[in-house]
């Protein structure tokens, strides 16, 4: 890299660099530093609000579809994260608790349509029936709403639900 000094201006290569007093050179700022390289926030977390949850429940379910379950896990979890004491925490459950129950009762989550859905892209994936369930309630459904969704797709398929689930994996 050349060196030229313009008046108080440093020039290296084609970066820059206000001379300082001891005349030391800075490394120009590198966009591809690694993560680890970064500064750290310091000091607690911003205070979490109301508002703040629900934009953040509104991203999560602009991004992905939960079941009822999970949307409430993610909202817990956001709460725990940015709660400084007990008292926060406390009340951050109860707008997590209201923010999932309006959002159900809206109509944006169901974990029948949810659970039919998966169903229907685990059987169409080959997926057994044990393995279907499972993943559901893995997922936070009950064991009753899996079941009633493997049950639809098993009375769609047409024959041996199970020789269909075989002929898929194959």
Known sequence: ATLRLRGELLVVGHWDLRCTPSLHVQRPFDHRMHHSMARKKTGPPPPLTELALREHAAWYLGRWWPSVASFRRVLVRK?????????????????????????????ALDDRRYA???????????????????????????????????????????????????????
């Open 79 to 107: 709460v725990d994260r940015y709660a400084n004491s007990d008292e926060e925490r406390a009340t951050g459950r109860v707008w997590a608790d209201a923010i999932v129950a309006a959002t159900v009762a809206r109509g």
């Open 116 to 170: 039919a859905a998966w169903a229907e892209e685990l059987h169409r994936k080959g997926a057994s029936r044990r393995a279907i369930i499972a993943k559901l309630q893995n997922k936070g459904v009950s064991g009753e709403i899996a079941s009633e969704a493997i049950g639809a797709v098993d009375d769609e398929a047409k024959g041996d639900p199970e020789l269909q689930r075989a002929i898929a994996y194959a």
